[in-house]
């Protein structure tokens, strides 16, 4: 009994080996595919840091001039737009500015901040699938190493096979040969 249950747990491991390490890589280049969109898409808005570094907080400097194309540099961008906004709303959110009574229509302010908010938003959005792809690629990673630490201890916990000899002179013959 105890031979075949050890049989069936080394089938079973081995096979929950083979199945982790196949789904590794699958979710590592899902992580890849999700750089390469999350870069591609950041890329096609062809978003840019001003020039002139005088323009720029202190913290921000170091982008000036530079394209908004990884996950890095849109959080970045997204503090500047954070300065930008604060600057024309006097540093209220938009949700302060619209409890203040108006005639009907946005204030330039109001507008600024709802723009300059959609868009900070969706720039940390970027920001934060990059992290998660490195995430992916990761336990892809892991998946695959335990994968194959699983597989590979499932193969060897496989019980060694025992020969009956159907005669006793077989079992002779079988003892002189392992001598």
Same mark, same amino acid.
């Given at each position: 009994?105890?031979? *075949? ?15 982790? !390490? =196949?789904?590794?890589?699958? &979710? ?15 890329? !096609? #808005? ?6 002139? #570094?005088? #323009?720029?907080?202190?913290?921000? *400097? ?27 709303? =006097? =540093? ?6 619209? !409890?203040?009574?108006?005639?009907? *229509? ?17 720039? &940390? ?5 990059? *992290? &998660?792809?490195?995430? &992916?690629?990761?336990? =892809? ?39």
């Amino acid at each position: 009994m105890m031979r *075949k249950s050890r049989g069936v747990a080394s089938v079973l491991m081995a096979v929950l080996g083979v199945v982790l !390490a =196949g789904a590794g890589p699958v &979710l590592a280049l899902q992580g890849v595919q999700v750089q390469r969109e999350v870069r591609h898409e950041l890329a !096609a #808005q062809q978003i840019a840091f001003p020039a002139d #570094q005088a #323009q720029l907080p202190d913290a921000l *400097k170091r982008y000036a001039g530079e394209k908004v194309t990884t996950g890095g540099e849109a959080a970045a961008y997204a503090r500047f737009i954070s300065a930008q906004v604060a600057q024309v709303t =006097g =540093g209220k959110t938009y949700t302060e500015l619209s !409890a203040q009574p108006t005639t009907g *229509k946005l204030t330039q302010a109001q507008q600024s901040a709802l723009m300059g908010e959609a868009l900070r938003g969706t720039l &940390l959005s970027a920001n934060q699938a990059e *992290k &998660l792809s490195w995430l &992916l690629i990761g336990l =892809g990673a892991l998946l695959t190493a335990i994968g194959a630490v699983f597989a590979l201890t499932g193969f060897s916990m496989r019980p060694p096979r025992i020969v009956v000899p159907d005669s006793p002179e077989a079992l002779e013959s079988l003892h002189l040969r392992l001598r």
